[in-house]
C-alpha cells in the first residue's frame, strides 16, 4: 500500500523560507496529480497549490496557486525522486498550519479535497511575527 510521507515543517520567523518535501512510496508520482492542502486553526482545509500529471505530450507543467501564496511559494515535482516539493518563502504569520501532501489520480487536476484519495499524515508549519 502506498504512503505519502512529508517533512521539512517547523518554526520560522515571518520572511523566511521552508521546503517540505512529500516522499512517495509504493506508487509513482509521475501518473498522479499532486497538491498541497493546509489547514488552520479553527479553518477549513484548503489546496494552496497543484502540480498536473507529466505526460510526454506535454512541454509544460501546469501549476495552480491559491491567490494568498501566489509569488511566494512554488510547487515542483521531481520525478526521479518520487517527490513533490514546496518552497515557501516571505512566510507570514497567516501561514501558520498543518501542511497536507495529496495524490490524485490522472485525470483533470482538482483543487477539491474530496477528488484526493491519497493523503500524507500532515507536517505543521508555525511562522512567528
Known amino acids: 500500500q502506498g504512503q505519502l510521507v512529508e517533512s521539512g515543517g517547523g518554526l520560522v520567523q515571518a520572511g523566511g523560507s521552508l521546503r517540505l518535501s512529500c516522499a512517495a512510496s509504493?506508487?509513482?508520482?509521475?501518473?498522479?496529480?499532486m497538491a498541497w492542502f493546509r489547514q488552520a486553526p479553527g479553518k477549513e482545509r484548503e489546496c494552496i497549490a497543484a502540480?498536473?500529471?507529466?505526460?510526454?505530450?506535454?512541454?509544460?507543467?501546469?501549476?495552480y496557486y491559491v491567490d494568498s501564496v501566489k509569488g511566494r511559494f512554488t510547487i515542483s515535482r521531481d520525478n526521479a525522486k518520487n517527490t513533490v516539493y514546496l518552497q515557501m518563502n516571505s512566510l507570514k504569520p497567516e501561514d501558520t498550519a498543518v501542511y497536507y501532501c495529496?495524490?490524485?489520480?490522472?485525470?483533470?487536476?482538482?483543487?477539491?479535497?474530496?477528488?484526493?484519495?491519497?493523503w500524507g499524515q500532515g507536517t505543521q508549519v508555525t511562522v512567528s511575527s
Open positions: 509504493g506508487r509513482t508520482i509521475s501518473n498522479y496529480n
Open positions: 495529496a495524490a490524485k489520480p490522472s485525470a483533470a487536476m482538482s483543487t477539491i479535497i474530496n477528488d484526493y484519495p491519497y
Open positions: 502540480i498536473r500529471w507529466t505526460d510526454i505530450r506535454w512541454t509544460d507543467t501546469f501549476k
